[in-house]
């Protein structure tokens, strides 16, 4: 084996320990939401471009965030000034706000790095009798 060879089998060894201990750190974290959602982001950043770029990838990363908008009020002795048909002084006005479902973004990393077969692998057994 080339020494090429061998640097090349060492820095695979060591992606595959790293997402490894990411997802490893992703579990201890999951019942902390905010920990939890920025482990699973590093995670997700760890994944090949080509598995990013790909439609099917986007598609399902793209169901798991939701948009939705609220109207954001200001007020005056706690009062809320203005109704969405009749503002007061620019009060309400719309914010938008996304959600993540980070828990479905986990299970989607994890899927990837299986189809890699980096998170575990299977191999045929033949048996001889």
Not at 31 to 39: G, K, M, S
Not at 74 to 98: A, D, H, R, W
Not at 107 to 128: D, N, P, Y
Request: proline letters at 5%; aromatic letters at 10%.
């Amino acid at each position: 084996m080339s020494e090429d060879q061998s640097r090349i089998e060492q820095k695979d060894l060591d992606f595959k320990e790293t997402v490894k201990s990411q997802i490893r750190s992703c579990l201890e974290s999951a019942d902390y939401p905010d920990l939890f959602a920025i482990r699973v982001d590093l995670l997700r950043i760890m994944l090949p471009q080509r598995v990013k770029d790909s439609d099917n990838y986007q598609e399902k990363l793209d169901d798991c965030t939701e948009s939705f908008q609220n109207w954001q009020y200001s007020y005056c002795c706690n009062i809320p000034m203005g109704t969405p048909e009749k503002p007061v002084l620019g009060s309400p006005f719309q914010t938008e706000q996304e959600v993540t479902d980070w828990n479905t973004v986990f299970e989607l990393c994890l899927h990837e790095f299986e189809r890699m077969g980096i998170t575990w692998q299977s191999t045929e057994i033949q048996k001889s009798v």
